[in-house]
T-cell receptor, first 113, second 117 residues
Framework: GDSVTQMEGPVTLSEEAFLTINCTYTATGYPSLFWYVQYPGEGLQLLLKATKADDKGSNKGFEATYRKETTSFHLEKGSVQVSDSAVYFCALTGNTGGFKTIFGAGTRLFVKA | GAVVSQHPSRVICKSGTSVKIECRSLDFQATTMFWYRQFPKQSLMLMATSNEGSKATYEQGVEKDKFLINHASLTLSTLTVTSAHPEDSSFYIC?????????????FGAGTRLSVL
């Protein structure tokens, strides 16, 4: 079945450092890919998405490009802030079977001032 | 943007009691709602998918008699944890799809932390 694998955390960075969180997937067909962010004690918020190969999703300085050849959707940000500290989930939604969403295990990010 | 309200945000109950969690779409019609369970420092596990006016579809290994789901209207789904036990303690999150924006986008509630004593 479909699956999402993302790098284990926690990831600890200093403010203004460059962030990369790796995400790879396996899926049949052509899924849509997402990054969600979860702040402490809260539900998930959609951060960005890409619905087809070579699409780049971007929001709040975060970017991720849908790479079909490497089945990847790595999250990047050029300069992180303390307020970016959260858990980040990579996810895919298949285009069959009720459009279920499969989540990766999540990567916790700590940004130090 | 679309808002999903989940209530209560936190509940503590005694073992053997039942707990109801509500999930409401405030400004859109949600034909499909999802219920997830999240264990500490882990990902979300899909428990069930509920479609308005029909029975919920449960994922393998989820007891439908223990986790009762009702999706009676286009804006409300409820999850009832029946005869709760300490192992049911978890973070429960609902999400909803907006009929107007199609099947890809999910809007999440803020979650309910259930603690069973």
């Amino acid at each position: 079945g479909d699956s999402v694998t993302q790098m284990e955390g926690p990831v600890t960075l200093s403010e203004e450092a460059f962030l990369t969180i790796n995400c790879t997937y396996t899926a049949t067909g052509y899924p849509s890919l997402f990054w969600y962010v979860q702040y402490p004690g809260e539900g998930l918020q959609l951060l960005l998405k890409a619905t087809k190969a070579d699409d780049k999703g971007s929001n709040k300085g975060f970017e991720a490009t849908y790479r079909k050849e490497t089945t990847s959707f790595h999250l990047e940000k050029g300069s992180v802030q303390v307020s970016d500290s959260a858990v980040y989930f990579c996810a895919l939604t298949g285009n069959t079977g009720g459009f279920k969403t499969i989540f990766g295990a999540g990567t916790r990010l700590f940004v130090k001032a | 943007g679309a808002v999903v309200s989940q209530h209560p945000s936190r509940v503590i109950c005694k073992s053997g009691t039942s707990v109801k969690i509500e999930c409401r779409s405030l400004d859109f019609q949600a034909t499909t709602m999802f219920w997830y369970r999240q264990f500490p420092k882990q990902s979300l596990m899909l428990m069930a998918t509920s479609n308005e006016g029909s029975k919920a579809t449960y994922e393998q290994g989820v007891e439908k008699d223990k986790f009762l789901i009702n999706h009676a209207s286009l804006t409300l789904s409820t999850l009832t944890v029946t005869s709760a036990h300490p192992e049911d303690s978890s973070f429960y999150i609902c999400s909803a799809r907006d009929r107007g924006t199609g099947p890809l986008i999910q809007y999440f509630g803020a979650g309910t932390r259930l603690s069973v004593l």
